[in-house]
C-alpha cells in the first residue's frame, strides 16, 4: 500500500499548478473539490438535500447546479456555508477515501487535495492521511490570482479570502511545506524534490 498524501493551502495559492505537475509524473490526484461537483451533479443526492435546504432556484432549468449563486450565498452567510458543508463533506471524505485507498495500492503514493482540511469539522475526517503537504503564498498574491478568475471582484474576493483558515492555523498538522510566492521554476524546483522524498519513503513505509 502506497502512502496517501494530504495537499491543503488557502484558495489561490497553487493547489493545481502542483497537482498538475505531480500529475506528469504519474502521481494519481484525488481532488475534493471536483468530488464535490461529482456529488452535485444532477440526480445525485446530495443536490437534491442542497435544494432541499436553500430553495429550488439554486437549480438550472437543465438540472445542474447554479454554482455562482450558491456561491454568493453561503460567503454572505456563515449559517448557510455551514448547513452546505453538513451536506457535502461527509459525502466527499468517503468518496476521497475509498479512490485513495484503491490508487494507493497501485501507486507509491497518491495525492488528496484538500483546501478545507484546517477546518475544525473537516480535519477529523481525515486522520486517514500518512502525510499532509501545505502550500503558500502572501495574501496579495492570492488576491491578484482570484480576481484573474471569472465572476470574481474585489468584494467577492475579499469574502473568499476571509472565510479561508490561515497558514498558522494549518501549521500544526502540516509536515512539509512548499512556497509559492516566486516564479514557476522555483515552484517545480521544491515539487521535484517532495516527489522524489516521497518516492523514497514510500519504499520504507
Known amino acids: 500500500m502506497g502512502l496517501i498524501v494530504g495537499l491543503t493551502g488557502g484558495i489561490a495559492s497553487g493547489k493545481s499548478t502542483v497537482t498538475q505537475f505531480l500529475a506528469t509524473q504519474g502521481v494519481p490526484i484525488i481532488d475534493t473539490d471536483v468530488l464535490s461537483r461529482e456529488l452535485v451533479a444532477p440526480h445525485q443526492p446530495a443536490l437534491a438535500l442542497i435544494a432541499q435546504a436553500f430553495g429550488q432556484n439554486l437549480i438550472k432549468p437543465d438540472g445542474t447546479l447554479h454554482r455562482a449563486a450558491l456561491r454568493h450565498l453561503v460567503f454572505n452567510d456563515p449559517i448557510a456555508r455551514a448547513q452546505l ?121
Open 85 to 205: 458543508e453538513s451536506i457535502v463533506h461527509p459525502a466527499i471524505r468517503a468518496l476521497a477515501y475509498e479512490r485513495a485507498t484503491n490508487a494507493a495500492a497501485e501507486s507509491p503514493y497518491v495525492v488528496v487535495v484538500i483546501a478545507l482540511l484546517a477546518e475544525p469539522q473537516v480535519r477529523p475526517q481525515y486522520s486517514w492521511l500518512n502525510r499532509v503537504i501545505g502550500i503558500r503564498a502572501t495574501p496579495a498574491l492570492q488576491r491578484a490570482r482570484l480576481l484573474q478568475r471569472p465572476g470574481i471582484d474585489e468584494t467577492l474576493a475579499s469574502q473568499m479570502l476571509a472565510a479561508q483558515s490561515t497558514d498558522a492555523q494549518r501549521a500544526p498538522f502540516v509536515d512539509d511545506w512548499l512556497d509559492n510566492t516566486g516564479d514557476l521554476t522555483q515552484l517545480q524546483a521544491q515539487v521535484q524534490q517532495r516527489h522524489q522524498q516521497l518516492l523514497a519513503c514510500s519504499t520504507t513505509h
